[in-house]
């Protein structure tokens, strides 16, 4: 069974930037897209950025540019860099595979972009 664990949220100003982390407690390496979600009170979870196992990355239009995706398949993590945050950014953040499985879900971590 795969455990997800989030971590790098934090606050930050706008325009600042963050590190999450993600890491696997079991090997993820034959899921082959995996993604980062977000979701802020009263809205639905979201995706924000996936990656293919091969390497390709997609990004939702409200986050490209600004976050970068990737994969250390040696160390089974997923991380996402995260510049210019904007204060709708503010979000709680999950990692899991693309489509979700729901066994996958995490605490998440929690990002608040605020001056």
């Known amino acids: 069974q795969v455990q997800l664990v989030e971590s790098g949220g934090g606050l930050v100003q706008p325009g600042g930037s963050l590190r999450l982390s993600c890491a696997a407690s079991g090997s993820i390496f034959s899921i082959p897209v995996m993604g980062w979600y977000r979701q802020t009170p009263g809205k639905e979870r979201e995706l924000v950025a996936r990656?293919?196992?091969?390497?390709?990355?997609y990004y939702a239009e409200i986050v490209k540019g600004r976050f970068t995706i990737s994969r250390d398949g040696a160390e089974n993590t997923i991380y996402l860099q995260m510049n210019s945050l904007k204060p709708d950014d503010t979000a709680v953040y999950y990692c899991?595979?693309?489509?979700?499985?729901?066994?996958?879900w995490g605490q998440g971590t929690q990002v608040t972009v605020s001056s």
């Open positions: 899991n595979a693309v489509p979700a499985i729901y066994n996958f």
């Open positions: 990656i293919v196992r091969t390497g390709n990355t």
